[in-house]
């Protein structure tokens, strides 16, 4: 148990689906990450929030849009996702140079 | 554009080896280097950190830094087939905020 619950654990969506993804983390950090993870590859940062404001986009295609209504809560809205977008989606908080991850979204676009 | 390498693997070994895992990372001026340890179908967990030049110990897990060879590696005595796993390497980038730069990670299979 990190402190930080990503839900759903699992998704599978078509292209024409929207949907999102959800964390949470009650460790009173103020900033949170999406990560991707695609098989074989480095853990690719997405985004970065930073006091609930967007501090970092990584070229990350708008059919993924984030939101943070608060310091505890961070979104993933998803829409016309490719198949190549399957993967585990990691949120992050973070305190200085420690990450906590959540469990993962295990997302599979078909 | 800093960058983490590490060998993909699988590194195997047999149960009660030691399982030697290395990482180079391509910013001189890197500080603090992380372990996670992250199973088939679970996220990364930090295992280790370390800071200074030399060797620092926990458990069977010992971390190596050599900073003028920019090189951090991770030894597992005693290795278990529940060290099996992927390891990742992390080098945070103070350039952009102190993320962390993540290696592709080594995949570990200790054999019983």
């Known amino acids: 148990e990190t402190g930080v619950t990503q839900t759903p654990r699992h998704l599978v969506m078509g292209m024409t689906n929207k949907k999102s993804l959800k964390c949470e983390q009650h460790?009173?950090?103020?900033?949170m990450y999406w990560y991707k993870q695609s098989a074989k590859k480095p853990l690719e940062l997405m985004f970065v929030?930073?006091?609930?404001?967007?501090?970092e986009n990584n070229s990350v295609p708008s059919r993924f849009s984030p939101e943070c209504p608060n310091s505890s809560h961070l979104f993933l809205h998803l829409h016309t996702l490719q198949p190549e977008d399957s993967a585990l989606y990691l949120c992050?908080?973070?305190?200085?140079?420690?990450?906590?991850f959540g469990e993962g979204s295990w997302l599979t676009v078909v | 554009q800093k960058e983490v390498e590490q060998n993909s693997g699988p590194l195997s070994v047999p149960e009660g080896a030691i399982a030697s895992l290395n990482c180079t990372y391509s910013?001189?001026?890197?500080?603090?280097f992380f372990w996670y340890r992250q199973y088939s179908g679970k996220s990364p967990e930090l295992i280790m950190f370390?800071?200074?030049?030399g060797d620092k110990e926990d458990g069977r897990f010992t971390a190596q830094l050599n900073k003028a060879s920019q090189y951090v590696s991770l030894l597992i005595r005693d290795s278990q087939p529940s060290d099996s796993a992927t390891y990742l390497c992390a080098v945070p980038d103070y350039n952009q905020g102190g993320k962390l730069i993540f290696g592709q990670g080594t995949e570990l299979s200790v054999k019983p």
């Open positions: 910013d001189r001026g890197s500080q603090s």
């Open positions: 460790l009173g950090h103020n900033a």
């Open positions: 929030y930073n006091f609930k404001e967007q501090t």
């Open positions: 370390i800071y200074s030049n």
């Open positions: 992050a908080s973070v305190a200085g140079d420690t990450i906590y």
